[in-house]
């Protein structure tokens, strides 16, 4: 929940550039993937190595590819903003620039149903991706 417990309304958080959006929503997605991991009382090495396999552009980019067919109208509006955003450095080597950008997208999304405090939709979609992904720690 935001410092102040109180969520930004649509059509300001809508203001916010995409790059912005998509600061907060990688933050929001480490913590929930370290707050799954940390609940199952594993070792640091564990954890570490499960939160590298889901915290990463790559996997980011493909979260976001199994969430596009239940995604409405505003959050593929989001995804598009965040797609197209330009950030002032370039992708890492080890990652071409458009799998950069739909991670970008995935967190942009994720960023802005945080911001505005839609929580349930926020965990409707984080829980499809790891039952997707057979998680299972």
Known sequence: MLINDAPLPE?????FNPLQLAYI???YWEMKIRTTLILEHKN???????CVRFVNASAQAAFLRQLI?????????LIHRGRNAHSRHPAP???SSAVY???TAFETLLGY???????????ELCNYIL????YNG
């Open 44 to 50: 640091l090495h564990h954890m570490h190595v499960e």
């Open 69 to 77: 067919p239940f995604l409405n109208e505003l959050e593929m509006d």
């Open 101 to 103: 950008s739909e991670a």
């Open 113 to 123: 149903l945080y911001l505005t405090g839609n929580h349930d939709r926020l965990n």
């Open 131 to 134: 039952k997707e992904d057979d």
């Open 93 to 95: 080597h080890h990652q």
């Open 11 to 15: 059509n300001e958080a809508k203001l």
């Open 25 to 27: 929503g990688d933050c």
